[in-house]
């Protein structure tokens, strides 16, 4: 019998790098975390990453067979296999697969984060089985990774799926790209932040985010003041979803997805922020579409599911083989 | 040497259905049209349809094998074949292809008629070579057709791609789908009108278009007015181009198509459409997409692109096996 096979799935972020080993079947065998140190050059990075990976392996599971590195990355790009511009490190060009190869004969592939989730979703997750799906991930900013005919969208320039900026309003909130109205400054843990802040300018109603410092509100604080019933804290998740269910629709017309799933820290809201996505979503479908998407939570295991949707790339690039 | 293969094309419409035999190369060897008849059943529509293709055929390349049917159709169904509720016709649902194999053991596929334009673009047209790309069809209203990983986009219902009921204002225009503000309500020859019919109700800028019965203002004479240099029909022009160049911008930050191919009776406007739309879809693309996307015409002869659109359906049918 061949020696069981396993992948290293790594996650790249502005501050830390978590890395692990992962089988066929999605179990996470060995996992470990180091800080990102993004200040200094990337060739110092992944130096580092190769001695501790190695180390995890040689540690924890050095009797199975490496077979493949994925990586997600911010602004990874899938055809070139590089980092170029990441919004969140300091770092303005690496070629992270030639980097790799320096270390690795086997196949390397890279792609970025929301990308990263999706194919996770496919062979480990809510979206097992799916041929047509959208991750959507609700972090600081908002990310998304479409699939369709069984395949990740990269687009022409492995650039695709950037739903976080479409635009809700040509004429609304500023956007760290520069534009305006893009849905990521509206739906996200940033934008429900803008939306409270907005709320918060007219004296009614009532709200326990009202006693706090403006910088002390987090989407974290927002989704505690929904669980007491907070009136105010209601209506920004309300609103939330409203502009997510709307673009939502549009995306719907675009790839008809069987199912759109909520991905990281805002979507952890649960019902506050699906029910009103789900109910303005269905609002703004075209006939043919309406009640047919599903939106569904991730089904991958929380706090490693990054690092499976990595691993989830390389294992879907070698069994393309 | 085998015998030359050559498939049959079909395109229904609401008033005439044009068919057509087509070889691998897209050469147009016999083609005929008759009246669609749709307010009559549909059995005896495809049963007229197979007598006038048999007739056809024998009288003017017998020699061939016909190797395939393929079918474009408003509210074509791909998964189903099948045609739903279609818009311009009074059948409620056909099987169109089990009714065909009455009398055909070959293939028989079907779309929509934006999908077969898509298809016929990347066979046969200006998409030759490429994975990526988006075909938008600007009639009376607005068809598209997304091409991703080389092939289209038929979504988990087959209903996918459609880029005209994506929203440009929730409280916009009323759209034939009981919706409103609906991009096919702005850009397509419909939506133009409209757009003069508001600018009308200025007192200025003067226009030879307020000599018209508004019954009589037209997309085709709003463009001979625009080659006047009419101030207002180039204002229709420009907000055309304003809100199809928005929208199309959200398209790309889905799929990152390499092209967008403006087909249709509108898209004949030539300059006109495509300086606005091109100007502002710049302006709304996010950074990195910016002056990557060709915004370009059809690559298919005039007159004969449906049919050639639903020939390329079946021949990348039969190229799969």
Redesign the interface.
Known sequence: MNQKEVVLGVDIGGTNTAFGYVDRDGNLLAEAVMPTEAHRPAEEFFARLHTEAENLFASKINQLKLVGIGLGAPNGNYYKGTIEQPPNLSWKYVDVVATLKKWYTIPVVLTNDANAAALGEQLFGAAKGM??FIVITLGTGLGSG?V??G?L???????????G???VD?NGRHCG???RGCLETYASASGICRTVEELLKAPAPPSELRALDPKNITSKRIFEAAQHGDTLALEAFDLTGKYLG?KL???V??????AIILFGGLAAAGDFIFTPTKKYMEQ?L????KN?VRLLPSGLPKGNSAILGAAALIWKELLKK
Do not use: Q, V, W
């Open positions: 041929k047509d479409i369709a005919n395949e969208i990269y687009g022409h320039d492995g650039f695709a799926g950037e739903i900026h479409t635009i040509p790209c520069g534009r709307m629709a549009d995306s017309a675009h790839t008809s997805p069987e703004f075209l006939n043919i579409f047919k």
